[in-house]
């Protein structure tokens, strides 16, 4: 099995890994002693109730020190193997199928997403022309980058980065590239009013915390991406760009 990228995992689940990865003989130890000493008692329980085979009655009442120390290591026996089968390091089927169920696979293929789309040069140049416009059209509205407070996987706890945030209007941006998120799930989820895209998981997310996002795509023009973001705050506290607010219309 590869090294486990311990990033996309909550402590609690590190946790439980490391101790199903690795041998504790002190939990062995304790489980099979209990195990052992109940299963003993109850043997005794079912002896002077009477319930158990007539041989193995005769053989106690032939030889009580006999029968009860035979009782005690049979039952430390069976207790000990129990244990051990419960508290052995677990295989590689058995480490897959706990990984499965924390969608670990899910978690690293989004980790990696985000890094790449990140680390795109293409793609940060393209949020970097969005990012000055923004600051020469709007001075005055206070802007966040990468903002990872609003949203986090479906998966855990791993923060997914909102490009652009303006927490005085309740409006927020993201600007995908479309090397590194679905356009087409993101389309098909406006059609049939889903949430199944990364794109409208993020805007679900940010609903929570009454935040608007809205999306804009590296396929559209400059001028379109403009445009929406403007209409966006417009509509959302009457914000226009200060291109627009300083040309006078003559009314003749």
């Known amino acids: 099995m590869t090294a486990i990228d311990?990033?996309?995992?909550?402590?609690?689940?590190?946790?439980?890994l490391s101790?199903?990865?690795?041998?504790n003989p002190r939990q062995f130890f304790g489980t099979g002693l209990l195990m052992g000493v109940g299963l003993f008692a109850l043997l005794v329980v079912l002896s002077n109730m009477g319930l158990l085979p007539s041989t193995i009655l005769d053989l106690r009442q032939a030889n009580n020190d006999g029968y009860l120390m035979g009782c005690y290591a049979v039952s430390l026996a069976i207790g000990f193997s129990v244990a051990y089968v419960m508290t052995k390091p677990a295989g590689t089927n058995?480490?897959?199928?706990?990984?499965?169920?924390?969608h670990y696979k899910e978690r690293v293929q989004e980790k990696d997403r985000i890094q790449a789309e990140q680390n795109d040069p293409e793609a940060n140049a393209w949020k970097d022309q969005i990012a000055q416009w923004l600051s020469r059209e709007y001075p005055d509205v206070t802007m966040v980058r990468s903002d990872a407070t609003l949203a986090h996987s479906r998966y855990c706890a791993l923060p997914l980065p909102i490009d652009f945030v303006f927490p005085d209007l309740g409006l927020a941006v993201q600007a995908n590239a479309e090397a590194w998120n679905n356009i087409q799930a993101y389309q098909e989820d406006l059609e049939f009013e889903t949430f199944q895209s990364d794109s409208l998981y993020l805007s679900s997310c940010c609903a929570k915390k009454g935040i608007t996002l809205v999306h804009v795509w590296d396929s559209m023009s400059m001028?379109?991406?403009?445009?929406?973001?403007?209409?966006?705050?417009?509509?959302?506290?009457?914000?226009?760009?200060?291109?627009?607010?300083?040309?006078?219309?003559?009314?003749?």
Request: proline share 2%; charged share 25%; with cysteine.
């Open 223 to 252: 001028e379109q991406v403009q445009a929406a973001i403007a209409q966006a705050m417009e509509e959302c506290d009457g914000h226009v760009p200060l291109s627009a607010r300083d040309q006078v219309v003559i009314v003749q």
């Open 94 to 102: 058995r480490m897959e199928k706990e990984l499965a169920r924390l």
């Open 6 to 16: 311990a990033s996309v995992l909550t402590k609690a689940e590190l946790q439980t």
């Open 19 to 23: 101790r199903l990865r690795s041998f």
